[in-house]
């Protein structure tokens, strides 16, 4: 490639010129080109203005992270219905947050020195109960870049029934312990079993139809 401020005829038609961008969202460059033919005849050389229109790309945010995870992290189930988002996005953007595709609000910038990108945060005010899907999307300079990779949550602030235990006696040292249960996604039943002053617990005890059993 030519790195240079004049070139030949022939170097254009090889392809060896080329302009090279600077990598920012200015959408209009303008730079002067003045054409001489080797000056055989005196003349005075052409100048001409030339526009080059860039259109910017602003990348897609983001989100890090939701926090208000609560029970077993991970699972995408929550019992807080006010959750905060954390976002990656572009410096000096505009972050508009959506859920199931609505708008519901704009991030907070909290910039980083030294880097391209700043780190954004949204709380939401307090969300249904159900399914939740959240996106983000980065505007700057009225440039709108594509939504987010989504972060799908249940809110779920409804605490289970009760479950039940079937009361018997027996002689069995080794009895089986059987009950009812309704748990929804996500619920787990945990049983723990006193008796002599020790006790055992036993966690994520299948659930059948409503039923529970241990032995």
């Known amino acids: 490639w030519i790195d240079a401020d004049s070139f030949t005829a022939q170097q254009i038609a090889d392809g060896e010129v080329r302009f090279v961008h600077d990598g920012s969202n200015t959408t ?17 050389p052409t100048a001409q203005t030339v526009t080059i229109t860039v259109n910017p790309v602003v990348d897609a945010p983001v989100i890090a992270a939701v926090v208000q995870d609560s029970g077993l992290v991970g699972d995408g189930i929550t019992n ?25 609000g704009v991030a907070t910038e909290t910039p980083i020195a030294g880097s391209e990108l700043s780190g954004y945060s949204f709380t939401t005010t307090t ?19 594509a939504l987010s ?3 799908d949550f249940v809110v779920d602030t409804v605490a289970p029934d009760a ?53």
């Open 163 to 215: 479950p039940t235990v079937a009361g018997f006696t027996t002689s069995d040292t080794t009895p089986v312990l059987k009950g009812t249960a309704d748990l929804a996604t996500g619920e787990t039943l945990s049983v723990t079993v006193s008796a002599g002053g020790a006790s055992a617990t036993y966690s994520n005890v299948t659930v059948s139809n409503g039923q529970w059993s241990i032995d």
């Open 80 to 104: 807080d219905a006010t959750l905060t988002l954390t976002i990656s996005a572009e410096a000096g953007s505009d972050v508009q947050i959506f859920d199931n595709g609505t708008l519901i």
């Open 149 to 151: 990779g989504a972060k």
């Open 127 to 145: 969300l249904i109960d159900g399914a939740h899907s959240f996106t983000a999307k980065a505007i700057q300079g009225g440039v709108e870049s």
């Open 28 to 44: 209009e460059v303008t730079f002067d080109v003045t054409v001489e033919d080797g000056n055989e005849d005196n003349s005075t």
